[in-house]
């Protein structure tokens, strides 16, 4: 659920599509959107091994250590992009403002959180030209736990 108001609209980032941009401010290591509504979690195995699952990889998003969650439906949460400089930080399934927002500002991740240990997006990331390869879970829950820690240790 996307706590704060927002519109999708043309992402400011080429080649993307649509993006999600805030439309009111939102302060630095705020929630600006939790989960909601997640009744499954598959393995990626899980995922791999059946091909009807394995169909829906595209729509697949790391919840915690090897656990995933498919997104089939492309709720208005799907409009989130990528960026190696996101002004989101993914940590557990929430996004928090990785920084103090303004409204019109774009929400974007880091997608190496949401993929799978060193599962390979299918496309590269705008800014750099690199690809983006799913980070391991200790890496990932580390790196986003001691980022929220100095979001939210700021005055």
Same mark, same amino acid.
């Given at each position: 659920?996307?706590l704060?108001?927002?519109?999708?609209? /043309? =992402?400011?980032?080429?080649?993307?599509?649509?993006?999600?941009?805030?439309?009111?401010?939102? *302060?630095?290591? =705020?929630?600006?959107?939790?989960?909601?509504?997640?009744?499954?979690? $598959?393995? %990626? !195995?899980?995922?791999?091994? !059946?091909?009807?699952?394995?169909?829906?990889?595209?729509?697949?998003?790391?919840?915690?250590?090897?656990? $995933?969650?498919?997104?089939?439906?492309w709720?208005?949460?799907?409009?989130?992009? +990528? =960026? %190696?400089?996101?002004? &989101?930080?993914? +940590?557990?399934?929430?996004?928090? *403002?990785?920084?103090?927002?303004?409204? &019109?500002?774009?929400?974007?991740? !880091? $997608?190496?959180?949401?993929?799978?240990? &060193?599962?390979?997006?299918? %496309? =590269?990331? @705008?800014d750099?030209?690199? /690809?983006?390869?799913?980070?391991?879970?200790?890496?990932?829950?580390?790196? /986003?736990?001691?980022?929220? *820690?100095?979001?939210? @240790?700021?005055?």
């Amino acid at each position: 659920m996307i706590l704060t108001p927002y519109r999708i609209a /043309s =992402s400011r980032i080429p080649g993307a599509g649509k993006g999600l941009f805030l439309e009111a401010p939102v *302060a630095a290591g =705020s929630i600006v959107m939790a989960p909601d509504a997640i009744d499954r979690t $598959y393995t %990626f !195995d899980e995922i791999s091994a !059946d091909p009807a699952l394995s169909r829906l990889l595209h729509t697949s998003v790391r919840w915690f250590e090897q656990r $995933y969650t498919l997104s089939p439906e492309w709720p208005d949460e799907c409009f989130v992009n +990528h =960026s %190696f400089a996101p002004t &989101g930080l993914w +940590h557990l399934g929430f996004i928090f *403002a990785n920084g103090p927002l303004d409204a &019109g500002a774009e929400l974007t991740v !880091d $997608y190496r959180h949401l993929l799978a240990p &060193g599962q390979v997006e299918e %496309f =590269s990331d @705008a800014d750099t030209g690199q /690809s983006i390869v799913g980070y391991a879970w200790h890496e990932s829950i580390a790196s /986003s736990t001691a980022r929220l *820690a100095a979001l939210l @240790a700021a005055p």
